[in-house]
T-cell receptor, first 116, second 113 residues
Framework: ETGVTQTPRHLVMGMTNKKSLKCEQH?????MYWYKQSAKKPLELMFV???????ENNSVPSRFSPECPNSSHLFLHLHTLQPEDSALYLC???????????????FGPGTRLTVT | GENVEQHPSTLSVQEGDSAVIKCTYS??????FPWYKQELGKGPQLIID?????GEKKDQRIAVTLNKTAKHFSLHITETQPEDSAVYFC????????????FGTGTRLQVTL
């Protein structure tokens, strides 16, 4: 295990539902990330939080709303999603990217989301 | 922005043979190149990485080489075993206020007996 947990592991939701994905890291890291992984496409970075502050929003539609209450927890709130949003949503964390460079990112197992 | 291309998309080797996966990147400012292994039902797992001040790095059966001039880097797996079967992703990043990895499209490696 990488020290990054995600719940739920699987989620089926209708387009009018509201649901949330949860990520927790037990590594003492300061940065957390949401990625989207679709079939036959590269992992897409969605959001970056550094010391609880959002530092990156990669042009993600507003139907995805992240929340980072502290450096150990990250949420992704979902509402009025589309079928094309079905994908594996991965959370990752890293110690602290800082200005000196990047450091290793550790991924959770992901939440397999199906939008019907 | 950065663009990472990865080849091949699928690779089948016999157990004991070597496997090589290649990636190219576009941004000469990129200085960090990790490789991830993703098994079915799991998230990507970091297996090795290399920074731009190093040309080669080895960890047991896994090695990564970097050619900064040509902007390409490669993953080498020797003496492949069935448990090496997985999808492998390369990525590239550069220093900044946010740690932004750009990933390749992945290589599905199948090690056959």
């Amino acid at each position: 295990e990488t020290g990054v947990t995600q719940t739920p592991r699987h989620l089926v939701m209708g387009m009018t539902n509201k649901k949330s994905l949860k990520c927790e890291q037990h590594l003492g890291h300061n940065a957390m990330y949401w990625y989207k992984q679709s079939a036959k496409k590269p992992l897409e970075l969605m959001f970056v939080y550094n010391f609880k502050e959002q530092t990156e929003n990669n042009s993600v539609p507003s139907r995805f709303s992240p929340e980072c209450p502290n450096s150990s927890h990250l949420f992704l709130h979902l509402h009025t999603l589309q079928p094309e949003d079905s994908a594996l949503y991965l959370c990752a964390s890293s110690r602290n990217p800082g200005l000196a460079g990047v450091d290793e990112q550790y991924f959770g197992p992901g939440t397999r989301l199906t939008v019907t | 922005g950065e663009n990472v291309e990865q080849h091949p998309s699928t690779l089948s080797v016999q157990e004991g043979d070597s496997a090589v996966i290649k990636c190219t990147y576009s941004d000469s400012a990129s200085n960090y190149f990790p490789w991830y292994k993703q098994e079915l039902g799991k998230g990507p797992q970091l297996i090795i990485d290399i920074r731009s001040n190093v040309g080669e790095k080895k960890d047991q059966r896994i090695a990564v080489t970097l050619n900064k001039t040509a902007k390409h880097f490669s993953l080498h797996i020797t003496e492949t075993q069935p448990e090496d079967s997985a999808v492998y992703f390369c990525a590239a990043s550069y220093p900044g206020t946010a740690s932004k990895l750009t990933f390749g499209t992945g290589t599905r490696l199948q090690v056959t007996l």
